[in-house]
């Protein structure tokens, strides 16, 4: 990412955050959270997997196409994150938290 004289970064990553919850509610309509893990059920080694919930916390039926696009954009906008445990990306508020901390958000 680019800086801007300042040294500021020309997109912070809340914007940055945000856009890609936008994205993501509008590729996969009803979704309100996506998990993400290297955990893929269909593959023994690591690999990128998604899996969507909707408002009711039911499971949305997703593509392996979309599944692995959508694990992968949320993977390079958080590099930083522990991936050797899944993460659950709220689209409300474009927050990632991990899923074994997750507590009482019933989603």
């Known amino acids: 990412m680019l800086a801007m004289p300042s040294g500021i970064r020309a997109c912070p990553d809340a914007d940055r955050q945000r856009r890609l919850a936008a994205q993501l509610a509008g590729m996969i309509p009803g979704a309100v ?19 969507a919930k909707g408002e009711a916390g039911e499971t949305l039926e997703l593509s392996r196409t979309t599944a692995r696009v959508a694990a992968r954009w949320v993977l390079r906008v958080w590099p930083e994150a522990d991936w050797t445990r899944p993460h659950t990306f709220d689209l409300a508020d474009a927050t990632l938290i991990r899923s074994d901390l997750s507590v009482g958000r019933g989603r």
Do not use: F, N
């Open 33 to 51: 959270t996506i998990r993400v893990s290297l955990a893929d059920p269909s593959h023994a080694w690591p690999h990128p997997h998604a899996s």
